[in-house]
């Protein structure tokens, strides 16, 4: 008995009707959700089908690590909803950053990338590829010119971030992307602070696009997950291999988890992201904020890139608070509402400090060159109604004395 599939003709799918229905195959039963198929293995009604299956002669399930009707239905849903020829999906997202890497790098290639960067990516870049003889540079982000500079004849991949974490500085993509293939280079992108719903990398001719399906696709801070997006040339030429054989396989339960998340993900990241353009717009006038970088917002460097990019200005907001660490903290104690949580994404509004979290691990001259002083934090605005928030953060400014 094999799935039937439901999803008809896909093209005919707008992106809305995909984020429900892309994907989806019913069992014979006919079941109106996704069903969980929460099992390690397949078996065969005989020896034949199990050599055909195995020999690839036939279609069909094998073994979890390898395919899952529940994750394959995600992985489906995810490329229709990026416009690419595939998705993989991974436990995390940081199993899915490694694999776009370590499936394909070799020994004595060069990578480039945006400094400004996720913590473990950095760890990747600086301490694991180093070991398997693979060189780095690191650029700043929006500085095309530094791009061009740091191409090698032995550079193979680009990677980068926009926006980046935690300024949220926005990067040209097709300009990058540019510069990438006319140095015969892939490019991958780590697209979860902009999410599948505000930026389709696609259009900007990204090569490979990277998810934290942590963040925004589940969206309600329950599991990990991950997803790789690509044409299906680098999937039969690098990713399955390294995929099947290494297996940072996507729980069946957590895929179901995903394809619950995703359903609502374009209305939860749009009302998200009226929400951050209002804290923002509040932030801009309280005496106690220096800065305030929201893509959304006119005063933002890079705001006419990021419109152009993508559809809103996001749903993170930094900001700057005079005073150093003490103050930041006191205004993070202060809070009632919003939580402190190095997560992000999520249905909850969740603050963190990243000088002293998530870029501890950077040098204090690192930072300051990114931008990341002892006064920044990053807000991740969820769905609670914007005035409650900005009511928190007004009393919290007051109680910092800022
Ligand atoms: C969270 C995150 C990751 C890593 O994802 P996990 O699911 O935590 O492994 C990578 N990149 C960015 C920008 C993230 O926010």
Not at 77 to 90: P, S, V, Y
Not at 121 to 150: H, Y
Not at 217 to 231: A, F, K, M, V, Y
């Amino acid at each position: 008995m094999s799935p039937s599939n439901e999803s008809n003709n896909k093209t005919a799918m707008r992106p809305r009707t995909a984020l429900v229905r892309g994907g989806l195959h019913r069992s014979p039963l006919g079941e109106t959700s996704e069903a969980i198929f929460l099992t390690s293995g397949f078996v065969y009604d005989d020896p034949e089908v199990a050599a055909a299956r195995f020999s690839g002669d036939a279609d069909g399930y094998t073994y979890s690590r390898l395919r899952n009707p529940t994750v394959a239905m995600f992985e489906e849903r995810m490329a229709l909803i990026g416009g690419t020829e595939i998705a993989r999906a991974t436990a995390s997202g940081m199993a899915a950053v490694a694999a776009s890497f370590l499936s394909q790098v070799k020994v004595g290639d060069h990578v480039v990338a945006g400094e400004a960067l996720f913590g473990s990516i950095r760890v990747i870049l600086e301490d694991v590829l180093p070991r398997f003889g693979v060189d780095l540079t690191m650029v700043n982000n929006t500085d095309l010119e530094a791009w061009k500079q740091a191409v090698q004849p032995e550079t193979t991949l680009f990677f980068l971030e926009s926006p980046s974490n935690p300024t949220l500085g926005i990067t040209d993509l097709q300009a990058v992307a540019d510069i990438a293939h006319n140095a015969g280079a892939k490019i991958i992108l780590d697209n979860v602070f902009a999410t599948p719903v505000l930026q389709r990398p696609v259009e900007f001719d990204i090569d490979i696009t990277i998810y934290s399906a942590t963040k925004h696709i589940d969206g309600q801070g329950r599991c990990l997950g991950g997803c790789i997006l690509s044409d299906q040339k680098f999937l039969d030429d690098f990713l399955d291999p390294y995929l099947r054989h290494t297996g940072p396989a996507l729980s069946p339960f957590n895929a179901w988890v995903l394809l619950k998340g995703i359903e609502t993900l374009e209305l939860r990241v749009e009302a998200a992201c009226q929400n951050a353009q209002h804290v923002a717009d509040f932030l801009a006038e309280q005496p106690g904020v220096t800065k305030v970088l929201y893509p959304g917002r006119q005063d933002h460097p890079q705001h006419t890139l990021a419109m152009r990019q993508m559809s809103a200005g996001g749903t993170l907001v930094s900001f700057e608070l005079p005073g150093g660490r003490e103050r930041a903290f006191a205004f993070l104690k202060a809070l009632n509402l919003i939580d402190i949580s190095n997560n992000l994404g999520d249905t909850k509004s969740l603050i963190t400090h990243p000088a002293s979290t998530t870029h501890q691990r950077l040098s204090p001259e690192d930072r300051a060159a990114q931008g990341i002083g002892e006064g920044l934090v990053r807000l991740s605005v969820g769905l609670e109604d914007a005035d409650d928030l900005t009511d928190d953060i007004g009393q919290a400014l007051a109680v910092a004395a800022l």
